[in-house]
């Protein structure tokens, strides 16, 4: 829920239209002098990643000139509490933010700009994943440009692994063998958890979603207008951690509720597996004191789909036709170049950053893709080897995406994962059938 660059947790949004949305016509001819705003600069808290930021704003305006940049100071990326207000108010960047779940939100209130004239600006816009870029697309036309693009797995804490006499470099494959590696490590004792879970705050609901994928089970039905949930796959999920946490005592004794609060405990090094995305590891480290040596990613266990999550870069369909040209001018420089911007791998390894977590497969097995693997690899600050079993698992296993009004639904999935992990006799079929009750209420009166 929570991505370094700020996906995550994602409240509805009550979006009015704040432009036609109409592709405008690229002018030719001298360079035109323009100003575009641009979400995303670190926070102050981050002075190295800042200047890094400041100093790519400057060789881009000299390598463009007549284009001026102006950053808005603004970390996560996406702000949930301001980021309808700003798109309804007429406020937003010329360049933003947007993740997966929003898409068709904000496309199809014409919120963002359609920027099929302007794709040729992304150099490597063909060696994005054309399954990625279909996110972005409606009736034909493009109105974002992929950013990120990540799958879920098993990160799980090697160093508890060794010491609860568990072969970190062979991590579970099997819930069987996550319930028991769980039991070992929670018998370390000392406040050792085994597995940590959500309860709430939507992060409840968006990890069950991710279990039951893996299971095979659904959110909702095909046409998306009744919930699917309700099923032998989502009452295993919900029966796997009743006996993790009440059978098994491996899942300690405190409800984690927002995404901070699991990923503190991963950081303090007592807790041994949760489910993640890779940049868990990142966060883990950079934000929450995590040993780095320490954690490993591995694919999902027995997994027959995996939750797929991500965000673009959208324009403000405001923008003029020098001022789009320009944002997408800097979404390639930024974001989009091998070995430039965030994918100067070798500068974040000098100002201290992790460099090694396959994070990010936007680009796949494109050239690009293997060019930004390599050079990750080449100047790699984290033990790489350490998430190979991800790498080799995330390979064959499919992706799957939010389902539509996903944090309406994890906001009431959050009650029954609470009901599980806070109460030793909760009724799964009662919780199950309540959410789905629910559920089908919100998407009636969704349409």
Known sequence: MKRATGLL???ALGLSACGSGEPATP?????EQVTITVACQPAK???????AWDDDVATFMKAHPGVTVKSTDQQPCFDPKTFGPKLAGGQMETVFVVPVTNYDDVIGKSQALDISAYTSEIKNWNDLRTDVRELVTKDGKTYGVPNVHYGVGLVYNRKLFTDAGLDPN????????????AKKIAGLGSGHVGYGEYSGGNTGGWHFTQAIYGRGGNILTPDNKQAAFNSPEGKAVLQTLHDMRWTDDSMGNKLLVGWESLMMAMGSGKVGM?????????DVVNKFKGNVADYGITGFPEAKASLSGGEAFMVNPKATPAEAKAGLQWIDFRFNTVGKGRFDFARGKTIGNP????????????????ALQADRKTNATLPVENYEPYVQAAATIPPKAEPPHAQELYAILDVAMSGVLSRKDADLDKLLADAE???????????
């Open 9 to 11: 947790v994602v409240t």
């Open 27 to 31: 002018t030719a001819g001298a360079a």
């Open 45 to 51: 808290s981050a002075p190295k990643e800042r200047q």
């Open 170 to 181: 062979t991590p579970p494959t099997t819930w069987a063998e996550v319930r028991e590696a």
């Open 274 to 282: 949760m489910l993640g995305a890779p940049d868990v590891v990142t």
């Open 355 to 370: 460099v090694g977590v396959p994070d990010n497969d936007v680009y796949g097995d494109s050239a690009t893709g293997k």
């Open 437 to 447: 009750t629910k559920a089908n209420a919100v998407l009636a009166a969704k349409g």
